[in-house]
């Protein structure tokens, strides 16, 4: 099974998220930890200051930020907006 890590970051902007928003967020989790590579999720790497990390979307307007860790884990950054890529 794949390993989360959750940085102090990412916890501080989940927990602003309202209770709906949040919610339709773990249920994105669970499936990027079936399968990270769901059409529905649309994981791309970054560009340019960011092209060490990975992005994932949740809906139309909030992202997921991760770095790959070692052996295989995953790193959960910045949960937000378009402006988590700032």
Known sequence: MLKIVYSPGFVK?????????????????DLFIENQKHSSLRTHKLKGQLADYFSFSVDY??????????????????????SVYR
């Open 61 to 82: 307007t909030m992202r997921i930020v991760f770095t790959y860790a070692d052996r295989g884990g995953v790193r959960f950054l910045k949960i937000g907006d378009h």
């Open 13 to 29: 902007q989940f927990e602003r998220l309202d209770k709906k928003t949040g919610d339709h967020a773990l249920k994105k989790i």
